[in-house]
């Protein structure tokens, strides 16, 4: 098993929370977003993955690509312990919850939106600043009433074990705090981020953990 990441991509940030949770070590072969123009856009990777986008997962023959999708293949492939409750509302409600992270919130916060703003576009640091801000509070203010509101809502995201909502949620949180966000809005994603800490599977996952961190 072979992992493309890069230590601060989110979305290789969420696998590496997977891959520990279930006990996995792949190989790491890093993919630096930004030297040289951006590794992942050089032709040797671009024919592994056209999308130009980390991370990459190979096992057992397959190149996987997209975070969720990899999880869950995860979760399929190595079922203990689960990533997803056993119910199907239940699954749907944690899939929806990391869908809100991963594909609403996320998109609009990546390095490529953020470099496109000012290197195309001319946007100055503090507006792009507020642009980030904007889709943070946006998107963590509709989660926070979710959660704090659900009675499904336990330690993490979803009862009293981790799924992959809480993949996808201590990334974004680690995120906003790297761009200075004030968090005290948002009492219960800051309440199941700090639980999630106490966990080594997200502690050893943290970028500044990855042997490409800087």
Known sequence: MKLYTYFRSSAAYRVRIALNLKGLK?????????????EQKQPDYLALNPQAL??????DGHLLTQSL????????????????PADAP??????????????EIHPLNNLRVLAYLTKTLGVADAARQDWY??????GFGALETQLSRDPACGVFCHGDSPTIADCCLVPQVFNARRFEIDLSA???????????QRLAAFVDAAPARQPDAE
């Open 26 to 38: 792949p190989e790491t072969l890093p993919v630096h977003l930004l030297r040289g123009g951006g």
């Open 54 to 59: 980390v991370p990459a997962l190979e096992d």
């Open 69 to 84: 999708a990899i999880i869950e293949y995860l979760d399929e492939v190595v079922p203990a312990p689960p990533l997803l």
């Open 90 to 103: 239940g699954r749907a409600r944690v899939r929806a919850i990391a869908q809100s992270i991963a594909c």
């Open 133 to 138: 801000r904007h889709w943070v509070f946006t």
């Open 186 to 196: 948002f009492p219960t994603l800051v309440r199941i981020d700090a639980a999630c």
